[in-house]
């Protein structure tokens, strides 16, 4: 089986909200624990039919889930007797009622056997089973005051459904293009949830501690950390304290039962400790407490001795201090880190993530993506970056550069998820026997969501091996038509026309490919402060001004508009007004660059509209900073390439005067 998408069916009235609302708890805390696993479900009861927003959501599932509360009483139709004693009415035993599920439940239960998902059925005491299901249908009762009981057989049944993680997260569907599938969030702990055994380390308990939590088996929790206090790793006080601080934040993330006091009183025992102080940061941001978060992490980067420690301490400062809108403090620890990092790749590679989390908090997508550039610059066989790098392209219109990158993952490490998205890329550019091969490859593999993204391009375009049998049908026929054989050509040929074009559209991706590069390496240099004032542009001179981080030069150029020579032909100029506005991150500038007409008014708004050019662009300045590399229209396949320069300062003139004699 691919990822676990299920699909959860339950009640929606008001006597089964409660239980329901715990059961849909704890499908949310698997979410984020297995990152493979995800859920929906229906948002109103429709409990005439099956509405055709529920056959949509169930469409894309693989997986059912139904939580079957008592709805009802009833008995075999033998059971029923008349009465001799009131006409018209009938009498029943006791012992022949029995409780069952709603219709509905039981209608949607159908729905999803007759699609061969897999069934995992919640059953309260006490009501029936649904009738009529065999084969891959799972069975786990539950008491109806204390659900909590079963979600230890839930979380195994889905971990033994579950394949290895590391497959893509489902994306939604569109019926009018391919849908691209967005990049996981990974948890940052395994499933491992033995008893503790000799030569464990401190992760190890602390994995075993995560699973007995969140399946709510907290004795079995406690126990596995009064294992550690018995253990060898508990040499000290503050070698428990530091346990306990791990263990408290994960009280306070999955449980009801987390105390921030705990986490407060041990930081305050153990002021020097940086793992105690960072767990006790990482809580007080998860409660929006991000000034008083980055303080202690910043306190942390200060008094540590490691430098990784150090910088990533300093990052998680900055990224607490940019979710408290505080952004340009967050910027001062970047440039801080920046000096740290020099010739170490590996720190590198944490600066660069720690923009990418950064731009993420900050919703800029321009900056995610050039510090993913620099990620993969650094580890070239990060493919979970690389996925997520080419996605964000796709997602800002970069489609040239998001292929690039999904094919740069390797035929034998591309998962399900990036083979649906080598389909959507193929199919922006038009190359359609390709895009429909990947999203076979995906579908093979059990994607749904290539299977949908397949099924309409079915209806848009021809897949060759398809086109192939019914030709080769034709041909077997005792007179084919003429154009069978000039079809079939075309086939033929389809292969070798459609590799060119990939050809031609990488190469003209590698400038760019180049270009990225630079940039991902620029913004780890120290933000620009200063640049000259006046500079020379193919167009103009340009005047320049840098405040607060923000780039801004304009000029004006004139422009030709009449080629005809010869000496009656007359030369017309037109002026236009050129502006570039755009942020600093390192030695490069990224924004929009207009180009206006001159003499736009009110009485011609619409022309200057028409005649307005705005175009995305970056400037990658050299260490000097008396020129930079320009590249405008950046987002599009043919970008302009040009230079820019300072302009030269003129030397003062001095002139000797003979003074008289």
């Not at 497959?167 to 491992?192: C, F, M, R, Y």
């Not at 999955?254 to 009183?265: F, H, I, N």
């Not at 060759?464 to 030709?471: N, T, V």
Request: with cysteine; hydrophobic share 40%.
């Amino acid at each position: 089986m691919g990822n676990i998408k299920a699909f959860v069916g339950h009640s929606f009235t008001s006597d089964d909200e409660q239980v329901v609302a715990r059961f849909l708890k704890m499908f949310d805390q698997i979410k984020v624990a297995m990152p493979n696993f995800d859920w929906t479900n229906a948002k109103q009861a429709e409990p005439e039919e099956l509405s055709s927003k529920v056959l949509k959501l169930v469409a894309d599932c693989n997986t059912f889930i139904a939580i079957c509360t008592k709805k009802e009483l009833v008995s075999p139709p033998e059971a029923i007797k008349k009465s001799f004693l009131k006409a018209n009415s009938s009498i029943i035993r006791d012992d022949r009622l029995n409780w069952k599920t709603s219709d509905w439940i039981i209608q949607e239960i159908g729905l999803a056997f007759g699609r061969k998902m897999s069934l995992i059925i919640l059953l309260e005491d006490g009501c029936r089973r649904p009738g009529g299901l065999q084969g891959n249908v799972e069975f786990i009762s539950f008491e109806r005051q204390a659900p909590e009981k079963a979600f230890g057989q839930i979380l195994e049944m889905l971990r033994a459904i579950s394949p290895p993680i590391g497959s893509q997260t489902e994306g939604a569907i569109d019926t009018a293009s391919g849908v691209a599938h967005e990049p996981e969030h990974k948890s940052d702990l395994n499933t491992e949830d033995d008893a503790p055994k000799s030569g464990w380390t401190v992760d190890d308990f602390e994995r075993a501690f995560f699973w007995k939590l969140i399946r709510g088996e907290t004795e079995a929790a406690e126990a596995i950390s009064e294992a550690f206090h018995a253990s060898e790793l508990a040499v000290s006080d503050e070698a428990r304290a530091e346990w306990d601080s791990r263990c408290e934040l994960r009280r306070l993330q999955w449980t009801e039962k987390g105390d921030l006091r705990t986490l407060r009183e041990l930081h305050g025992k153990y002021t020097e400790n940086i793992k105690v102080k960072t767990m006790y940061a990482l809580a007080l941001g998860k409660y929006s407490k991000h000034k008083e978060s980055a303080e202690l992490f910043e306190e942390a980067s200060s008094i540590g001795t490691i430098l990784s420690d150090k910088v990533e301490n300093k990052i998680e400062a900055a990224i607490q201090r940019s979710k408290g809108g505080q952004s340009q403090l967050a910027l001062q620890h970047f440039n801080e880190v920046k000096g740290l990092v020099k010739n170490d790749p590996d720190l590198a590679y944490l600066l660069a993530r720690g923009i990418s989390r950064f731009a993420e908090a900050e919703k800029n997508d321009t900056l995610r993506i050039e510090a993913m550039e620099q990620m993969i610059w650094l580890r070239p066989d990060d493919d979970d970056t690389r996925f997520s790098l080419a996605f964000a392209h796709s997602e800002a219109s970069n489609n040239d550069m998001a292929l690039h990158h999904y094919l740069a993952i390797p035929h034998a490490r591309r998962k399900e998820g990036t083979w649906n998205n080598i389909g959507v890329a193929y199919q922006h550019f038009s190359i359609p026997a390709r895009s429909i091969d990947a999203f076979r490859h995906a579908a093979s593999e059990g994607n749904t969501l290539a299977m949908s993204n397949l099924a309409y391009r079915y209806l848009n375009v021809g897949f060759l091996k398809e086109a192939k049998e019914q030709l080769d049908n034709a041909l077997n026929t005792e007179e084919p038509h003429k154009n069978v054989s000039e079809a079939l050509s075309s086939v033929m040929e389809t292969p070798d026309k459609e590799k060119k074009e990939v050809d031609e559209i990488l190469a003209s991706a590698s400038k760019k490919i180049a270009a990225f590069e630079k940039l991902g390496q620029a913004i780890l240099e120290p933000d620009i402060i200063t640049l000259n004032a006046e500079w020379i542009c193919p167009d103009c001179e340009l005047t320049v001004a840098i405040k607060d981080s923000k780039f801004e030069a304009s000029g004006r150029y004139q422009e030709k508009m009449n080629a005809l020579t010869g000496l009656l032909a007359t030369v017309k100029h037109k002026e236009y007004e050129i502006a570039f506005t755009g942020e600093i991150a390192g030695r490069r500038v990224f924004g929009d660059v207009v180009r206006t007409p001159v003499g736009t008014n009110a009485t011609s708004i619409l022309a200057g509209a028409l005649n307005r050019e705005s175009k995305r662009f970056a400037i990658l300045f050299d260490s000097t900073l008396q020129s930079g590399e320009v590249i405008e229209a950046i987002d599009s396949r043919e970008p302009r390439f040009y230079q820019i320069h300072a302009k030269p300062r003129q030397p003062r003139l001095e002139v000797n005067v003979d003074t008289p004699r």
